[in-house]
Nanobody
Framework: QVQLVESGGGLVQPGGSLRLSCAASGSIFSIHAMGWYRQAPGKQRELVARITSGGSTDYADSVKGRFTISRDNAKNTVYLQMNSLKPEDTAVYYC???????WGQGTQVTVSS
């Protein structure tokens, strides 16, 4: 059984930064792509960023140039560095293991003055 635990969310002012972490249990982390998703109230969950097992990345257009996804396979952890945050980035952020059914519990990010 795989467990994913997110951390690092919180309240930040517009223009601020946060770094989210997602720690995975198990030994299969390094062979899977990882994704960060978000879901705002009343909206569908959307892909924010994804990183392959080899380190290739892609991003939603809305976050390109502001967010950076990275991974540390030795620590079974994927990160999402979020800079220049905007109120429209407010959402619950989830990590996902390679398009599988395994999701974290989510961490709230609120961008507000």
């Amino acid at each position: 059984q795989v467990q994913l635990v997110e951390s690092g969310g919180g309240l930040v002012q517009p223009g601020g930064s946060l770094r989210l972490s997602c720690a995975a249990s198990g030994s299969i982390f390094s062979i899977h792509a990882m994704g960060w998703y978000r879901q705002a109230p009343g909206k569908q969950r959307e892909l924010v960023a994804r990183i392959t097992s080899g380190g290739s990345t892609d991003y939603a257009d809305s976050v390109k140039g502001r967010f950076t996804i990275s991974r540390d396979n030795a620590k079974n952890t994927v990160y999402l560095q979020m800079n220049s945050l905007k109120p429209e980035d407010t959402a619950v952020y989830y990590c996902n293991l390679g398009g599988t059914v395994f999701w974290g519990q989510g961490t709230q990010v609120t961008v507000s003055s």
